[in-house]
């Protein structure tokens, strides 16, 4: 079965605004798409731990250390709500794109 394309933009605007939709990207996707680097997602962390990220900064030791001083699931929530907030905007800007399109 195929879905037109006006059909197809309602129901993902739907999905969308309902968070029920979420983007499953690959390695592809850089951070020119406006999606964050490990650093980025991590400089909330880094603030809490009074930590100036560099370009020497080692993410993952920066990440246990987050997770030793506030729990893993507060580091997971950190990340999620980072990835989150950019998928959304992601998904307006796709959208955007699309209906601009629909002829």
């Not at 605004?17 to 499953?24: E, H, N, T, W």
């Not at 997602?41 to 001083?69: G, R």
Request: with cysteine.
């Amino acid at each position: 079965m195929t879905i037109g394309k006006d059909d197809f933009i309602r129901f993902y605007a739907t999905q969308v605004q309902s968070d029920d939709m979420s983007l499953f990207l690959g390695a592809g996707i850089s951070a020119s798409s406006g999606y964050p680097t490990w650093s980025k997602l991590l400089e909330p962390c880094a603030k809490l731990l009074n930590i100036e990220i560099t370009d020497s900064t080692n993410l993952f030791k920066l990440s246990q250390y987050y997770a030793n001083q506030y729990g893993i699931s507060e580091l997971k929530k950190v990340i999620n709500n980072n990835i989150n907030i950019l998928n959304k905007r992601f998904c307006c800007k796709v959208l955007n794109l699309l209906s601009n399109k629909v002829e």
